[in-house]
């Protein structure tokens, strides 16, 4: 079974404290845990990476492209408007990412409605909370088993 890569960006690590009102009160760590575990059920491996430095998540995705990463999952935070560098690697490594959002990024202020990722992101699930990185996996989950019998049938 192909690994599962979950990065998230900047401010992240303060969930469950920051903004309860738009990220909702669970924290980062119970994230990581809960979908660890559902991949894990489902014969997967996710491994995760939160950090606050852009460079830090681009040589991660670089290592992806060698390392039996099969997807990514991304909350790119305030990178999402920002990020050229983290975009153009993505399209480097080729490997297929979901953009996830705890927050309904369009129904927030305008700045938020742009996305450097929603473009070439296999999908994008947003403002369902905590939820949001379960339905993520899910759609993971399911991707992989779809390309591994194309592969088989190949």
């Given amino acids: 079974m192909a690994d ?91 490997i297929p990412f979901i953009e996830v959002h705890l927050s309904n990024i369009y129904s927030r202020e305008a700045f938020r409605k742009n996305s450097y990722f929603s473009d070439i992101a296999m999908g994008v699930v947003t403002g369902f909370g905590s939820l949001s990185y379960q339905l993520a996996l899910r759609a993971a989950i399911e991707t992989l088993a779809e390309t591994e019998q194309q592969t088989k049938r190949d």
Avoid at 20 to 45: F, K, N, W
Avoid at 71 to 94: C, E, K, Q, Y
């Fill in 4 to 94: 599962i890569l979950l990065l998230n960006g900047p401010n992240l690590n303060l969930l469950g404290s920051r903004e309860p009102s738009h990220y909702g009160a669970t924290s980062l760590e119970h994230i990581v845990a809960s979908m660890t575990a559902s991949a894990a059920r489902d014969g997967h491996q996710l491994s995760a990476l939160q950090s606050n430095a852009e460079h830090s998540l681009i040589e991660r995705i670089h290592a992806a492209a060698g390392d039996g990463t099969g997807i990514v999952i991304i909350n790119p935070g305030a990178f999402t408007h920002t990020s050229i560098a983290l975009r153009d690697a993505f399209l480097a490594v080729a």
